[in-house]
């Protein structure tokens, strides 16, 4: 290993983090919203709402994202049609072009993760939140998605692990994120080791902040797991 | 008795190890791997029916014939070809690329094989279509200042335009050196896609071996791009393009370039090139 070449490695990389952190965090956050859209269709009960969630879910699923990157960044650009449309200052940047593939990417499966959430309250608390009057809504805010949440939290945090490395991929639509920046100066220097070596380390330490973030959300969500915290002493002296 | 057995084992140890440094020594080719990146045309690229085609190609099987060795080319992405070939995954480089200096610090090159120029490419309906210097060749061996006074003149015209180039090829060096002012510069890992973005407006304006511009304009679908402005070669752009070998193959380096003198001399090269390119693309 040479030292100098990895620091100045590192150094050129980690100015690339931002856009990394900004495409994950997009995506997620957009992909959040359409995939509880899509759970919420799959359970409404109306088939042919149910449908469509479920052929989204498959098609989605079911492709390579490094191909479905490509079909809308270089695929839907070939339509002159499309180049007329008023999208195409947005489809024209390769930003949003990844944003929206990992964001429709991601609703897919966090779609799935959300439903076996939403699955997983117990009816009896459902019955008692009925039992005391709260109108449908109510009990969806206040009782439903708040359990389904706790119970999605661990898979979901996959999810978003799997989004940060799925960043990598908008390096072939020119973005010059982490990957981008690492197979730039590979094609440069012919050093691969030590540049993936540092990429990958860069990777490993935002999805270590990123679990340990999960990690506080989920026990700040399961109180109940936990000892009750011993109340203050009674007053007076007593031994 | 037992020590006799023992020196025996030794001497017959050593006489292993001589016999097969001897061959190591003066290794006989039989058989060599090329790669080719299979999607740089006329150099290289893939037939509709999935079989390899193109200037080097062509041109390889003549080379191979004439070492009297049995050729098999495979195809690689272009950005990690130097280090599969230093990590032995095949033996030679025929891929379009130039013999830089900067690539000669890592791989041994052959002499040339086919010297063309860089040059940009628009669209019939860019105002840069009509880019001054067209058709003019510079030399940034002999005549950089020439070169340099040429693009200060043109870059009133290129201010924030967005440039289109393969990462690591040539053309990126360049635009990185003497455009980067006044352009911004997108980075591909092939020039097809470049080429896509070119059509589909998201770039205005590429650079890429003038060879590899002529025949992509020609190709269907591409009627609207058409090569503009000056042409450079030379100097850090390389003496064109070259076999790449292993630094520690001599005896490889000789091989090919034998065959490549043969294929100048008996107009081998002048003839495919004509064939690929349309203009002569012999080195001289």
Known sequence: MDWTFTLETFISLVAAIPLTLQLAATSILLGAFLALGLALLRLSGVRVLDWFARFYVFV?????????????????????????????????????????????????????????GLLSVPHGQIEAARACGMPRFMVFRRIVLPLALRQALPGYGNEMISMVKATSL?????????????AKIISETYRAIEVFIVAGVIYLTINFLLTRLVHVVEYMLSPHLRAPRLQTPVQGESK | MKYAILTLKALLLSALVFSSAAQAEGKKWTQITIATEGAFKPYNFTKPDGTL???????????????????KIVVQDFDGMIPALNAGKFDAIMSGMSATAKREQIIDFSQSYGSTGQAFATLKSSPLAGMEFKGEVFSLASNEAGAISAL?????????????????????????????????????????????????????????????????????????????????????????????????????????????????????????????????????
């Open chain 1, 60 to 116: 989605f699923r079911g492709t390579p994202l490094l191909v479905q990157i490509f079909l809308i960044y270089y695929g839907l650009s070939q339509f002159p049609a499309v180049r007329h449309t008023i999208l195409w200052p947005i489809l024209r940047e390769p930003y949003w072009c990844a944003v929206i593939a990992l964001t429709l990417n991601t609703a897919a499966y966090a779609s799935e993760i959300i439903r076996g």
């Open chain 1, 170 to 182: 908008a390096s072939i639509i020119t973005l010059m994120e982490v990957t981008g920046v690492a």
């Open chain 2, 53 to 71: 085609d193109g200037y080097e190609i062509e041109l390889s099987k003549y080379l191979c014939d004439h070492m009297k060795v049995e050729c």
């Open chain 2, 152 to 284: 200060e003149e043109l870059k009133p015209l290129l201010q924030g335009k967005t440039i289109g180039v393969q990462t690591a090829s040539t053309g990126a060096t360049f635009v990185e050196k003497y455009l980067k002012d006044v352009v911004e510069v997108r980075e591909y890992k092939t020039t097809e896609q470049h080429d896509l973005d070119l059509a589909a407006g998201r770039v205005d304006l590429v650079m890429a071996s003038m060879a590899y511009l002529t025949t992509s304009a020609a190709k269907p679908g591409n009627e609207e791009m058409t090569v503009a402005g000056p042409r450079f070669q030379g100097g850090f752009l390389g003496k064109g393009s070259s076999v790449g070998l292993r630094k520690n193959e001599p005896e490889l380096k000789a091989m090919f370039d034998k065959a490549i003198d043969a294929a100048k001399a008996d107009g081998t090269i002048k003839t495919l090139s004509q064939k690929w390119f349309g203009f002569d693309v012999t080195p001289l």
